[in-house]
């Protein structure tokens, strides 16, 4: 059965009257901080403006490509499209070899354009 109450991130420490105890002060009351705590908000839009900043490369188009064209090999194969295996295989290559010039140009176009966005000035 799934679990419907959160578990509680500290231990209690209980008497053996069953009173439950939580310090009040010191170093347990502030809690175990991984040093300066961020905002997970800025955090995430951080990696975002990172991620984004990233120029293009050859290796993430080819990766890309591999995982469509697995896709659509997988599906023409399938009883959807009823494809022989040697002729799926074949469209197969012949997609992945397609997607990856693709692939890159369109991630070269998006980044080009990201960036002359921001050189004039605009955010987003």
């Known amino acids: 059965m799934a679990q419907t109450k959160r578990k509680r991130r500290r231990k209690h ?8 105890v939580r310090p009040t002060s010191g170093a347990k009351a502030r809690g175990r901080g991984k040093g ?8 995430a839009r951080q990696r975002r403006e990172e991620r984004m900043n ?3 490369t ?12 697995v896709i ?14 040697q002729q799926g295989l ?6 992945f070899l397609i997607y990856i010039p693709l692939g890159y140009g ?4 998006f980044y080009n354009f990201r960036q ?8 987003g």
């Open 13 to 20: 420490r209980g008497t053996p009257a069953g009173n439950v």
């Open 36 to 43: 300066k705590a961020k905002d997970p908000k800025e955090e």
């Open 116 to 123: 002359k966005r921001k050189a004039q000035g605009k955010s």
């Open 90 to 95: 074949v469209l197969t290559v012949f997609v």
């Open 54 to 56: 990233r120029e293009p």
């Open 58 to 69: 050859w290796r993430g188009a080819v990766s890309r490509a591999a995982i469509a064209a």
């Open 72 to 85: 659509f090999g997988a599906l023409l194969i399938s009883p959807l499209f009823a494809r022989p295996i």
């Open 106 to 109: 369109t991630d070269k176009l």
